[in-house]
């Protein structure tokens, strides 16, 4: 069962606003901007996580950073 | 469709208790950073939460983990289900492994994936046919 939808007027610069409707249409613009918040949600999400574990372990180390960055599949 | 950075069971109690596992969370705090300059969604299969959740005490750093809105839990469903299925059969693997298998179809489930974990070699082995999972052993 879908959630009851929230309306919520924002402002957003012109050309931006052009540039979403020109891709997705003005029905696709509510999809698309539950989606855009929904992700950026996410990110901040890692960021307050990374904080955390900062806080406890100190940054990552560059070796475990270019570990990190090898272990992804070629595309 | 997204790439994304899947949690193991290893990963989440090195997330979740990073003071305890230090070595591996930094490891595992190391590729989350990756994954959010990649934009890479963070998941969690949830036939994990079978493995690491013991008990309310010890429950409640991998609750504090599962409520980042950044961290989701990925349903099982039957597709995932019965790929998992098809996974450990070509690996001859038996279904001691399911919750490897689990994560491994998870990861399929994106365009691209890296599962972060500390059972690296039967990731391995059940991932090995596809190219597009990378494994970060922890």
């Known amino acids: ?75 | 469709m997204a790439e994304a950075l899947i949690l193991d069971a290893e990963a989440v109690n090195a997330l979740a208790h990073p003071l305890d596992r230090k070595v591996l969370a930094a490891r595992a705090s190391a590729v989350l950073s990756h994954a959010l300059e990649r934009r890479a969604l963070v998941r969690v299969p949830v036939p994990v939460l079978a493995e690491v959740c013991r008990g309310t005490r010890y429950d409640s750093a991998v609750n504090h983990l599962l409520n980042n809105p950044g961290v989701g839990v990925c349903d099982l469903n039957r597709i995932i289900a019965q790929q998992a299925g098809h996974i450990l059969a070509r690996a001859k693997l038996s279904s001691a492994h399911a919750v490897d298998a689990f994560v491994v179809a998870t990861a399929l489930q994106f365009d691209a994936a890296v599962i972060a974990t500390g059972d690296p070699a039967d990731i391995r082995r059940l991932a090995a046919p596809f190219g597009r999972i990378g494994i970060l052993a922890l």
């Open chain 1, 1 to 75: 069962m879908s959630q009851p939808a929230a309306k919520l007027s924002v402002s957003v610069p012109g050309e931006l606003a052009s540039a979403v409707r020109k891709r997705v249409g003005s029905r696709g613009l509510s999809g698309f901007v539950a989606r855009a918040m929904a992700h950026e949600l996410e990110r901040e999400g890692i960021r307050v996580l990374l904080g955390e574990l900062e806080q406890k372990l100190g940054a990552p180390s560059k070796a475990d950073l270019a570990r990190a960055r090898k272990a992804w599949p070629k595309r």
